[in-house]
């Protein structure tokens, strides 16, 4: 049933108080009835990954490995698993198994799973040679994507994708994405191959010629002026999706917004966010939040990306660094997504 040698490289967090990552040898899991093992090529380094190193996420058992952008190959199949086979290309990303008896899952809304099982937090993620998941967690990977393009789109990708598409804005529609870091780079280019008259707003004038690259049709430098004001000059916003994880930054966007624009939130501030309610009432704005999507979310982000060129910029580093990898994406020092490979 399987090709591969008994020992593998992890790398995990040892302790609920470590808050460290440590590169061990392990045995390589054994799958499961309903879950499959995956040989992983590359596994993305989220910004959710300190929920697992700084233990804040609930119901964690340590020791643990993070690692919630899987993609690689399927190495075994476990028994009652319908519909995959050894050798097949797939991913993993936030949504990495549900229980499918909650109220949630009974109405088909995985996503939102009382017991959501997220890879990393749940089970072992892919700071790891192999990992073992659900069946029902897995995204076909397709041609023309390798697994270090692959493994951003399974949480950055699908959360920026996602969200766009379930937004009320129509093609034609004035959309800003506010950040252009991780998530914000993908929301770009997904906004303008969308057709939606976009808007990357960010810091610094040094930014405005790679918005334009990744497809913006306007660049707005946050330092540079009243980003609300620009925003109402073009027509106002319909959406302003927001990929920062500072709530201050974000309240000003709401100053942005078109007749009936929403906010929409896919960065994770800890912080509570300040609203103007009366302005909100005149343009009948709203203020919604977005959870990433699910397997089949995933393999439609992955397919939209093949078929319309969009791609995550990427720093790839091998998985025995990944503790330098954890650290330089958390310092800001990584410019777009650090992809750890195998
Ligand atoms: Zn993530
Ligand atoms: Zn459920």
């Known amino acids: 049933m399987s090709t591969t040698t008994s020992t593998m490289r992890a790398v995990r967090v040892s302790a609920p108080d470590a808050a460290r990552l440590e590169l061990e040898t392990l045995e390589v899991p054994a799958v499961r009835p309903g879950t499959v093992r995956i040989r992983v090529g590359a596994c993305g380094i989220c910004h959710s990954d300190a929920l697992t190193v700084h233990n804040v996420f609930p119901n964690i058992t340590f020791p643990r490995a993070p690692g919630h952008e899987i993609a690689g190959t399927i190495d075994a199949v476990g028994e009652g ?25 009974r109405r088909g809304d995985f996503i939102t799973c009382r017991a959501l099982q997220v890879p990393g937090m749940a089970y072992d993620g892919g700071y790891a040679e192999y990992v073992v998941a659900p069946a029902v967690a897995l995204a076909r990977i397709p041609h023309g994507l390798t697994d270090a393009e692959a493994a951003p789109l399974m949480c950055a990708g699908v959360t920026t ?22 998530l914000g780079h993908l929301g770009v280019q997904f906004a303008a191959k969308m057709g939606f008259e976009t808007v990357a707003i960010a810091r610094g004038a040094e930014k405005a010629s790679f918005a334009k690259e990744l497809g913006a049709h306007h660049y707005l430098d946050s330092n540079a002026g009243d980003v609300a004001a620009a925003l109402q000059k073009l027509g106002g916003a319909k959406v302003v999706l927001t990929t920062v994880t500072s709530s201050e930054a974000m309240t000003p966007m709401l100053g942005g917004l078109g007749i009936d624009g929403q906010l929409l939130i896919v960065g994770a501030s800890m912080e509570p966010l300040s609203v103007p309610a009366v302005q909100m009432i005149g343009g009948r704005n709203s203020i919604k ?17 093949v078929t319309h060129g969009v791609r995550a910029m990427i720093e790839t580093m091998p998985l025995e660094r990944a503790s330098e990898a954890y650290a330089r994406m958390m310092s800001g020092a990584a410019r777009f997504r650090v992809v750890l490979t195998t």
């Open 81 to 105: 698993v319908e519909g995959w086979s050894v050798g097949e290309r797939v991913g993993v990303g936030w949504h990495g198994g549900h229980c499918g008896h909650c109220d949630r899952c």
């Open 289 to 305: 939040a977005w959870p990433s999507g699910t397997n089949v979310d995933s393999e439609d982000t992955m397919r939209f990306a």
């Open 161 to 182: 994708y996602n969200a766009l598409r379930n937004s009320p804005a129509r093609s034609g529609d004035l959309v800003a994405i506010q950040g252009i870091g991780g």
